[in-house]
Structure formats: structure tokens, C-alpha cells
């Protein structure tokens, strides 16, 4: 059991009515409670809540008059995910995968699994399959781009990345979420906060689905899977960008914090961590 | 109320042991009903039946074995649309926007809408809003595509489409949907049956969500949208393919068809026909 | 005749031995005279003159040890370009265009004329040939792009720039250019300086080949094409980027001018200009 | 000393006055002698005969009226290339490269040498130079594509080659070349005839400069450098298209043939074969 303290700050010059879409909220999920927890608007707005889908996502709509913007988020999030060893999580065959599951193996925006199944597969569709075959994938990925911020922009897809050999968090969950796909693994984009994440802000990170679980994995290596916390889940960055505008606004702020309440004990990426 | 006989008959080459995943039966949903429905597979090989998602899709999962496999379905679907009168139909706003419908409005593999919302803006953001302005949008597409077969393949996008100005219905579908979505307007694909269709196949079309319902329109004008049984709904065409193999089956026919029971009495076009 | 006093100064941090090919020196054609011209480098580096193709392009090649460097250039221009009615400059039929010419009809790295072939016959093929066609062209352009500095990057294309209708000079004639080529005018970029230039800055145009000559166009409108004096023609900004490097340097300055020696008298936009 | 007998057939349907530029014959160069040559048309059309740039490019341009055309080439080359051991070649420096050869380090069409520089560099940058670099470059090609025809067309880059591994010798050809001029070695693309080649057709191949000269590479390994007959060099295949149509003309029937007078002795691939 883990306690995370998270929390984001974002100011917003807003300069005409616009609806704001917030995903910043950490999920609710069977594996991650949410202890306490405060959203606060300054100037007051009304806010609606509301659920998306069935993995737990949510969202905050409102509308907001020109002014100021503070949104203020913070909560206390307890983690009690599964812990398997990596060599125990075998692959789930396409017959066997929950139907819900198979929109996960579709090719996305950001994702165009269908253009690289077959370099996929002639990396990796001959390996072992398991855990360990999708950590391979997260490695090469780790080992062939560089992590440069600025060096790709909100249309960047994974092919894109594959070639400019450069990223930042979200490249590397398509890149690695799109070979997943590629050899006929679910894989699922991640939004969320990251303990001790250097320099601190949302993080983007992914999940493949084996053995009949959701496993977490974070191909930068930038945190540990031990302390992630989920805001959403979605294809790819499409699905959980933190902040959607229909109107005009324009983004003066965002500080993104999440510290452990103790230190975690356990080394990173030595287990398999599954969130569903 | 209309009703419609359809069907397909596929027959695979099946080389290797294979999933076959299919999504060629009628949806299931409050607007219409299956009356009758039959689905074979000969060699007569274990299927499974599934339900995806909220919006009616179905899917057939087996496991094949090497064979010479005829899938085989037909059914009589009974259409009880809603008809209004398209000066009648307004825009939702954001703010109103159910939130399930939300995810309509994000960029998909084959639908890039963030990557053409400035073209759509430019074009069709400043008409007056509605039920007239989605048809403004796919009477452009209309207008500037030629429809040729073989002009494109499973990986051609709407931006492609844009470009090369020819393209098939899944491309015509394409092209709306990134149009309306890229102004503000939910849009999603349907697969289907087409009544009098032709040349006889599946039809790619789409749906926009205007005030609360989800509307239909075929930017080909190669069906009416009277005449339109629903096999699924998705983001694209990635998630509505009629047959997904793991495995390996070389298809070798494919023959569908849809006739109307008694001939539809209205004039195509005249009406906005919704179906949620 | 024009005179126009031009120039530039560079300013680099050169952190290994680097080799600079420099196109910056305004290039030696028939209708542009060269009267003074002065390159230096501080500190002092052999610099070798070379002259490429025949177009009158000419390159400065320099190895250059690590130190700051700048580099500076100055010249006087006196243009004396043809100069013809819009109304009395035809097209050039395929057959009779000098087999030279041939070569600015194919695509290029940034003109994908074949992608967009079809698109610029449907807006422009059945157009009245002539002048006046590459000018409903480069208004088109004008009109349907939004000039936005550091929306584009070195790797944006024809077609990127098309589907988000924005960017900057080079932008602008890298689609003009290529709608050009599509309908079977021979189009090649201009790199040059332009005479009061606002902000100023080393500037991109382009040429189409009518009647016999290349005559000058600027699709943005920032510049008389009377006022445009050429450093390097090439099939689009790969050819004529004003520093290429080999090995380590960061720019630090960039400082462009030219300016007309007396006022021009002529409107802009009124006469069809000609180079070549 | 090599002769080869190379020709080819090509009948149109031509349906409108169609204007035809050929690139079929093969080229005039220091190595390559045309002992005879035979070009004609049927019915009798005037062909006028073109040289292009300073390569040796010929061209044969003609306007044909709607009529059946059969095109006959045949000639018999001598070829005397420069012979060397691999290992004596070397790289040569960028700041010793003549002039005209850096136009070949720029990215093309279908050459996206800047999309790719990262890439060629991180897997073949930190590599020894020299003929064997290059030979390594094609040896990667080779092995990570897979020689599939159809499985590309008009429009693909080597960057889509690169992610969908699969194409024909075009298509090799330009991923060679991109990732020559990748990590700074020129490279151009080379259409031709090839002995033996099977199954018959024209070849696309390439040569990159290296020690002061052209050599040859064939990334396909379908046909030996030592029996390679250009036609003509160009940045990539939108150069020397071997035959480029204004007007409407379908192409029937495409024979293409060449044999060596006698057999070669040499293995394939023992020595680095120069042209230039």
C-alpha cells in the first residue's frame, strides 16, 4: 500500500466564454482509492462531474467567463496494486481476451499500429512471449530515442517518433503502446502523476494487457510503476489530454506535484505491476 | 418502418489455426430491431457471441482450423428511425454535450481532426449552425471527391483524402467525420448494410450528434440513409473492420447483400433520420 | 534599373571544426549586376568561391576551428529584369519547353507535386492558361494561409502546409510552387533578398517558367518582385538554405537587410517580371 | 571490358494528343560506350533528342496523336568502369566535395534525408567510413526489407519504406540513398538496365560518391554492379521516370531485356565498381 500526495496548479488568461474539459483528476479504480481530494476554481465556477466509460476516467466540465483562471487540484491517493513476478505473467491469446479488451489492439491516432505491424513483429514477433517480451519492447524503445523536450508537438505520432528517433513521455508510451499492437498485445496510453517525476508534471506512460490483467509500464524509466497514479486511461493522448478548450483561453501556469508519503521500499522495474 | 433483408456470405482460405473476429451481424438497438437472424459457419466451428461497448456493436469470435471456411449470415432488420425535419435540428453546445459523446470529438487513426481543424474551420466554421451545416460538409466531400475503386487502401486517412481527392465510402466517411469533428461537432463511422446498394457490398457512412441524437449521413449519396442497417458504430473504420484475423485465411469470396422488403416511399436526402 | 543595397551578418558559437556552405552572396545572372560586393569572416578563414549548375547559384565553403565567428556580407545589386504585361505572357506548351526546364516539373522534397496533382487540376487545370493562371495561384495561397512565424519547421512540406493552412515564405512558395508543377507549369524557390522586407530577413519566392522566361512571384505579398534580389534558385529550400553545417555550431545572430537606393516608382503587383 | 545487348518494347493506347518523355535510352558516359543503338516508333513520329545536366541523361521527347504506339529500343553498351578493391576506398571529406556533387547530400522527394539523419546516424554514424559503410547501409536495406511487388507505388519515400519494410528496387534504392546522405555521404539514384535481371524489367539502383568517384551499389542484390547499363542519374526516381505523359496514353505492354554478350567472370559484389 502506497500514499501519494498529488496536486496541479493551472492559471488561464481566459478571454472569451469558453468550456473547459479537465482531466486531472486521479481515477477511481479498484486498485486506487482516493482519500481526500479538493478542485477548487478561483473565481468560483460551477462544475460539473462526470464518468467516462467503465475504466474509472472522469471529467470536469465548466464554463467559464473571461477573467483569471485558477484551477486548483489536490488529493491523497492509495495505491494497492497487483504485485506478480515478471517471469508469472504469460501473454493472453486473442480467443481469450475479454471482447472490451480488443479495442486495444485497433490502431489510434497517435498510435498507427496497422503501418507498423510488421516492423513490429520482425523486432519482436518472434521473442518469448510474457511480461518480459513487452519490457523488451519498453527497452528498445528506452535505448533508440532520446528524451528531448520540445522535440515533438501535440500532432507527433508514433511513426514519427520511430523515424525522428526523439520524444518526450507521450512518444515513448505510443511508440511502445503501438509495437504492443503491433504483435497483438492490448496496449492502452496512461495519463497520470508520477512520484518523484524530475522535472515534475503530468506524466504519460502505458499499459498492455496480459494475463488478464492491465500491467503498468513507463518506457522513459522516468518513475518507478510502484508510484503511478492514474488519471485515465485511453488509446492514446487523444482520450486524457489534461485540459480540452472550446473557446479561448490561454495557459499562464501549470505546476504538477505527487510525493510519496514514505518512501518506497521496493527497487523499480524489478515487479510486475498490474492496475486491473 | 422499414424492413430490410441483409446479408453477406464470406468464404476464407483458412491456412494455419486462426481467430476470426467478425462484425458483420446487425446491431441490436432501440431503433432497430432484428426480427429474424441466422449466422452459419460451415465446417460448423464454435463461436462466440460478444457485445462490445454501450452502443449495440456485437462480434463473433472462433477459432478455426485449417479448412475452406463459408461464413454465412442473413437477417431481416426493422428500422424504426427517428425523421425530422432538417430546419428543425439544431447544434448541441459543448457544455450540453452528454459525456460519453465527448470522445467523438478526438482525433482517431483515420480521422485526424486535429491535424485539419484549421481547414475545417476556415470552410464551414462561420455557417450558421445544425443539421444543414453537417450537410454543407458532406456535400463539399461529395463535391470534391471522385469515387473510384481501388484508389485507396486500409491505411489511407483523411488528410490523404483531402490531398488526393479520390478515395471509396470508408474515405468519403472519413473525410466528413474529420470535417465535422474539426468544428466542433461530434461524428462517428458506422458499418453497415446499404439497401439497393450499388455495387452490392458493406457501406462505410457516418453520424454526427446534433441536438441529443445522432444523425445520419451518407456523403456518398449511394444509399439513402432510410435504407441503412447498422453492423457498428466506432471512431473510424479501425474499429468496425467486418472480419480482424490472428492467424492466417486468405479470403477468397465476399458477396453481401440488402433489399428493402417493400420500396422506401420517401425521396432520399428530404429528412434527417436519427438513431440514438 | 534598381539598385538596392543588401546584406547580412552571422553570428556563430563554433564548438567543433565545421564546415559551413554558405548561400548568401547574391548570385551573378544576366539581369542582376553585382557592382560592389565584400564577404568577411572574423576571425580570418580561407573561404573557397564556388559556382553550382547554371543558374548562376554560388556557395562559400569554409572549415572553420571552434570560436565565435561572425560572418559578413555586403553588396550593391542592380537589377534589370524583364519586364512584360500579365496579359502578353502565355504558358509554355510540354513540348516546346527547353529540356532544362523539364527538371522543375518534377516533385520535391517539400513540393509533392505528384501527391497533389489532382488537386491543383480541380482548383486551377481548367483556368485560362498564362501570367495570370500562376497568379490566381499565388492568390489562392495568399488567401488560404495565414502567415504565422514558427508555425512551420524545417520539415514541413506542400501538402502539410495545404491541410494546416499556415506558415511562412518558404511555406507560401513551397505550395505555390508545387500547385504549379501539378498543372504543368515548371516552378522552382527563389532564396533572396527583398528590398524593405518587414520584419527583415532573408526571403523565399518562387518562379514559373511562361513564354519562354522564369518570371517572379511572391505569394505572400511582403515583397515587389521588382525588388527581389536573388542569391540561389533551386527545386524548393532544400537546395538554397542559406548555411548548410558539418559538424558543431549554434547560430547567435541573424541580421538581413536590403534596401532600394531610390524609392520604385512602380506598383506592385501591375507588371510580370522576369529573371531568366 | 563488358558488352551487354539492352533494349525494351513499350506499346500505348494513346487517346488524346499525348506529349512523351522517354528516358529508356542509356546514357553517353566516359565508362559506358553505345556501340549501336536503335530507337523507333510505330507509326513514325519526330522525336526530338534532348541531353540533360552534365551526366550523360538523355531524353527523347515526342507529340503523338491518338494512334496504337509501339516504342522499340535496342543497343548493345560497352562497359569499362572503374575497378577497385573496397577496402582502398575511402570517404571523402565534405570540405573537399566538389561542388557539384553536395546537391546530391540534399533531401529529395523521395529521399527524406532529413527526416532520416537521425536515424542513419545513431545505426551508421559511429561506423568506419568508406565503400564498406556504404556496403553495411545496403546490407541493412537488404536484410530488413522484404522484395514484394506491389506492395508499393508511385508516391512511397523511404521513410514509408523504412516503417512498412516491404518494396521493389526503387524503393530500396531510396532508402539507401537517404541514409547515405544521412550521415553526409552523396548519393544519387540510378535507373537502368541489368543483365540477367530477373524477372525482367528496368532496374533502380545507386551510386554514392566516395574517394573522388561514383560507385555502384545494388541494395537488391539482384543483379551484379558489374552488369549494370544507365540510363540516368537523378536525385531519386522523380528524375528518371522512363517514361512521363501530358495528354492520355495507357501503357499496353513493357518488354524489357538485356544479356551480356558473354558471361561475366566476376563474382558479384568482390570489388567496388565506379562510373565516375
Known sequence: MTQIQ???TLRYDVRQPTVFLLKIAAAYTE????????????????????QIGPDGNRMQRCMVQPCQLTINYQATAELSPGIDQPQDVAETEASQMPPEVLTYMNPSRYCESDLLARFAFEEFG???????RV???CNWVYEHLDYTSGSTNATTTASDVLLQRTGVCRDYAHLAITLCRGIGIPARYVSGYAANLQ??????????????HWYLFDPTRLASTLGLVRIGVGRDAADVAFCTLTGSAVMQEKNVWA????PNERDKG??????A
Open 199 to 212: 522535472p515534475p508534471d503530468y506524466h504519460g506512460f502505458m499499459e498492455a494487457f496480459l494475463d488478464g
Open 135 to 137: 519490457e523488451t519492447i
Open 259 to 262: 510525493n510519496l508519503s514514505q
Open 270 to 275: 524489478q515487479v510486475a505491476v498490474s492496475t
Open 6 to 8: 498529488i496536486g496541479s
Open 31 to 50: 486498485h486506487q482509492t482516493i482519500i481526500d481530494e479538493n478542485l477548487t476554481l478561483d473565481p468560483l465556477v460551477q462544475l460539473e462531474q462526470c
Open 126 to 132: 518472434r521473442l518469448p512471449g510474457g511480461f518480459q
